[in-house]
Structures are given as C-alpha cells and as structure tokens.
T-cell receptor, first 115, second 114 residues
Framework: DTEVTQTPKHLVMGMTNKKSLKCEQHMGHRAMYWYKQKAKKPPELMFVYSYEKLSINESVPSRFSPECPNSSLLNLHLHALQPEDSALYLC??????????????FGPGTRLTVL | AQSVTQPDIHITVSEGASLELRCNYSYGATPYLFWYVQSPGQGLQLLLKYFSGDTLVQGIKGFEAEFKRSQSSFNLRKPSVHWSDAAEYFCSCRSNFGNEKLTFGTGTRLTIIP
C-alpha cells in the first residue's frame, strides 16, 4: 500500500455539529501532517505528529483537535466551526519523522463546507 | 526565515511545446527542494525532489528540475507538455536540519491549449 487515504471525500456540516476527518497510511511512515488549503492558495500547515507525538501546532483554534491513535492513523476532530473554515483539508505523511532526507506524501483531501 | 517565490501566477503553453516553471528560494544554506502538482480538487503529488548531489533531478511524468545555487533557483522543466499536465504547480523547500516545516510558493497555474 503506497498511498495516503482520507475519508470522507466531502463533508458538509453546520456550525453546531461535531465531525471528524480521518487519514490513514500503511507505508510505515513516522510523521503525519494536517494542512488546510483555501482556493487558489498553497497548503497551510496546521499540525504535525512525529512518532505519534504532537510536535507542531501552528496556533490552530481549539475548535480543531488532532488525534493520532497509532502510527498509521490521524484524525482531525471538528467542533463549532465557522463558515471561514470551509476549505480542502489535506493529510500528508513522511517516512522518517520530520527531519533529514524526507519528503511528504499527500492524500486526496477532504472538501469541507461549513454552513 | 525561508521563503519560496514563484513569479509566474499563470502560464499558458501549447500542447507539445516546452515548459519551464520558475522557482526561487531564500534560505541561508542549501535547503531541500520539492515540486508538487495539484489537479483541481485533488491532493498534491510529488513530482521530484532535491536533497544533495547531482543538481539535475529527474521526476515523474517526464519532468526535471535543476538546482542552481548561484541563482537560488530550482526551475521545473518539461520538453513537451501534454494536455493532462494542466494543473497547479507548487515549489517548496525545507531546511536541511532540524524539524522545520515545508514552505510553499504561491503556485503557478498551467493551462494547455491545443
């Protein structure tokens, strides 16, 4: 298995809902990332997990809560989101943690719409 | 702080013509450099990467890039584009030590005309 998978592909939620995004990789990668991408912009880093520990939080609002239950799985829990949080949420992984000769592999993304 | 500049927001090329997308980086040392491609509504696909060694790197889909330290550039090239190459292209860099994040350029949108 040589890919990063993300579910769901699309998600529509109200501002009072609680939902979760899921990301999985079975390549034995040791770092996983969440990015947010608005239309016509590059991805913006949100969180990084390295060896299952949160290593970077880019001052993301607490309505976004990441979780890394094991080395293959990364979740992003969403609660009380705002319409401006509508975006493409991308997950990525890299083989050898976050440093050294390491490239990131991206999943297809979850298109989130907040009403 | 490192930065990446892609000076061309939008490029239009005829199918079969050659392509060069420009990328300049600002960083004190030699960073690790990457090119990604993104089709509409999709994730990013890694085209190629430069860590060290040979400054001309080959990637997937017939793309190549050349690292020029003197110009702080990492331009992407393809000798003959196909209609399926129409997409957004992002150049990115990361420092070569520590747990630094990936810095992206603003992207270049490539349109292919028949």
């Amino acid at each position: 298995d040589t890919e990063v998978t993300q579910t769901p592909k699309h998600l529509v939620m109200g501002m009072t809902n609680k939902k979760s995004l899921k990301c999985e990789q079975h390549m034995g990668h040791r770092a996983m990332y969440w990015y947010k991408q608005k239309a016509k912009k590059p991805p913006e880093l949100m969180f990084v997990y390295s060896y299952e520990k949160l290593s970077i939080n880019e001052s993301v609002p607490s309505r976004f809560s990441p979780e890394c239950p094991n080395s293959s799985l990364l979740n992003l829990h969403l609660h009380a989101l705002q319409p401006e949080d509508s975006a493409l949420y991308l997950c990525a992984s890299s083989p050898r943690g976050t440093s050294g000769y390491n490239e990131q592999f991206f999943g297809p993304g979850t298109r989130l719409t907040v009403l | 702080a490192q930065s990446v500049t892609q000076p061309d927001i939008h490029i239009t090329v005829s199918e079969g013509a050659s392509l060069e997308l420009r990328c300049n980086y600002s960083y004190g040392a030699t960073p690790y450099l990457f090119w990604y491609v993104q089709s509409p509504g999709q994730g990013l696909q890694l085209l190629l990467k430069y860590f060290s060694g040979d400054t001309l790197v080959q990637g997937i889909k017939g793309f190549e890039a050349e690292f020029k330290r003197s110009q702080s550039s990492f331009n992407l090239r393809k000798p003959s584009v196909h209609w399926s190459d129409a997409a957004e292209y992002f150049c990115s860099c990361r420092s070569n030590f520590g747990n630094e994040k990936l810095t992206f350029g603003t992207g270049t949108r490539l349109t292919i005309i028949p």
